[in-house]
């Protein structure tokens, strides 16, 4: 038996500037409480999926609309688990972020495990109006190299889409050799990652400039520095990629470049989820 579970959390800006959270389930998806260590203007949420894993068949639909000036930030309490797949048939984890004027979302999940065996499908869909900005990243495990459990069999596929401006898509098969292996691919690395900043109204050149040399700056002094890089494809998107052997090295890197783009973009100090030190 698959399961099949939805989440909607719909975010809005008080009057008095407070930003307040409406959302609704059905299956095993939950949101814990609202939480605001910034005050009340940015508003701290937690997705939690019960039965900790996706196996064949499972649906995870996840919608977030933030509405005309309010700020949201999401995490998990975990990484999201794609598991073996004996049938064949995916499973599929489905995020859609759409942003209203003026609005920002942070959407910061933890990382996502391909395990041996699996057959996934991990998309996002952003909407971003003019004026609002995403800070956003994707983490991926191929495996569990630390334990020594390798991603030898199944396939996973990535799909980032914002219609009209960026579209990503990667089909990351275990018996795709030329992919894995290769200095032009992963170069035999089994975690891999992407940080975005993704800006409905374009980047004017000034801040693009100063936003680019400052992440530079700090991927040069981490130990990533050969396997990570930053750009921006285009007027409306900053975006920061790296590779490494696992997966914990890339969260220090990117909780490091968030909290830089996060103090150089928006004016805001480092309020890190308190879900990340438990």
Known sequence: MSWQARLDLQYSRHPQGQTLLRHRHTGPLRIFKSLYP??????????VHPPGGLVQ???????VAVGPGAHALVST????????????????QRVRLRLESDSRLEWLPLETIAYD????????????????????????????PAADLPFATGCLEQHWEWPGVWLERARIAADDSRLLQSPVGLDGQSALATLVLACGTPLARERREAL????????????????CGVTCPN????VVRALAGQVEPLM???QALWALLRREAW?????APRIWSV
């Open 235 to 238: 007027d409306h998107m900053l």
């Open 57 to 63: 068949g499972d649906r995870l639909e996840i919608d």
């Open 117 to 144: 065996g699996c057959q996934a499908l991990n998309r996002v869909e952003l909407e971003i109006a003019p004026g609002a900005e995403l800070l956003a990243w994707d983490v991926v495990s191929l495996g569990l």
């Open 267 to 271: 004016g805001l100090a480092d309020a």
């Open 77 to 92: 309490p975990g990484a999201t688990r794609f598991y073996r797949n004996a049938s064949g048939e995916a499973a599929e």
């Open 38 to 47: 910034e005050g009340p203007g940015i508003c701290h949420n937690v997705i």
């Open 212 to 227: 680019l040399e400052g992440c530079r700056s700090l991927i040069e002094a981490h130990e990533l520095a050969p396997r």
């Open 252 to 254: 220090q890197l990117w």
